[in-house]
């Protein structure tokens, strides 16, 4: 069941006004009603709730897409199909990246809003690299490629990818 951000927003209002009321009670009746009535005001103490509408990233071709052009290894077909889709498509700025990183051998800064995909930028790459050096019998044991993760929800949400 979606939540009503309006609904939501409203209730928690309410029970922190009235938690607040609490806390810091008043004994004069009338000073009580004029901090409530200030706690109340719209725009006051609350605003929002703050929606925001962004519009949805332009998608562009697949790995699977990649690999027939010869960007990728061929070796992605072989990955777990249920943890990696190939034949997922990607956002238009994560296949710009990626072209740039294998084709262009170029550096790159990504620089686009949460769950754009910024970490597929870095990682496609990455595997790429480990997994060409395998199609060429050159993986061998070694440090490729050391990844630095601030150690927040975000690097754990990210773990499992």
Same mark, same amino acid.
């Given at each position: $069941? /979606? =939540?009503? /951000?309006?609904?939501?927003?409203?209730? =928690?209002?309410?029970?922190?006004?009235?938690?607040? *009321?609490?806390?810091f009670h008043v004994n004069d009746m009338e000073l009580q009603e004029q901090?409530? &009535?200030?706690?109340? @005001?719209? &725009?006051?103490?609350?605003?929002?709730?703050?929606? !925001?509408?962004? /519009?949805?990233? @332009?998608?562009?071709?697949?790995? @699977?897409?990649?690999?027939?052009? +010869?960007? %990728?290894?061929? %070796?992605?077909?072989? %990955?777990?199909?249920? *943890?990696?889709?190939?034949?997922?498509?990607?956002?238009?700025? @994560? !296949?710009?990246?990626?072209?740039?990183?294998?084709?262009? +051998?170029r550096n790159i800064v990504v620089a686009t809003g949460t769950g754009s995909?910024?970490?597929e930028t870095f990682l496609i790459p990455i595997l790429n690299h480990l997994? $060409? !050096?395998?199609?060429?019998?050159?993986?061998?044991?070694?440090?490729?490629?050391?990844?630095?993760?601030? $150690? &927040?929800?975000?690097? &754990?949400?990210? $773990?499992?990818?």
């Amino acid at each position: $069941m /979606p =939540i009503n /951000p309006i609904k939501a927003s409203e209730a =928690i209002k309410s029970n922190y006004i009235s938690y607040l *009321s609490t806390v810091f009670h008043v004994n004069d009746m009338e000073l009580q009603e004029q901090f409530i &009535n200030l706690l109340e @005001q719209d &725009n006051k103490f609350v605003k929002g709730p703050i929606l !925001e509408a962004t /519009p949805s990233f @332009q998608l562009g071709n697949s790995l @699977q897409e990649l690999i027939d052009e +010869n960007v %990728l290894s061929n %070796l992605f077909s072989k %990955l777990d199909k249920d *943890s990696f889709d190939i034949n997922r498509r990607l956002y238009r700025h @994560q !296949e710009k990246a990626i072209r740039k990183v294998i084709s262009e +051998n170029r550096n790159i800064v990504v620089a686009t809003g949460t769950g754009s995909g910024k970490t597929e930028t870095f990682l496609i790459p990455i595997l790429n690299h480990l997994l $060409m !050096e395998k199609e060429n019998g050159l993986l061998g044991p070694g440090v490729r490629a050391l990844l630095l993760y601030p $150690m &927040n929800a975000l690097a &754990n949400d990210q $773990m499992s990818r």
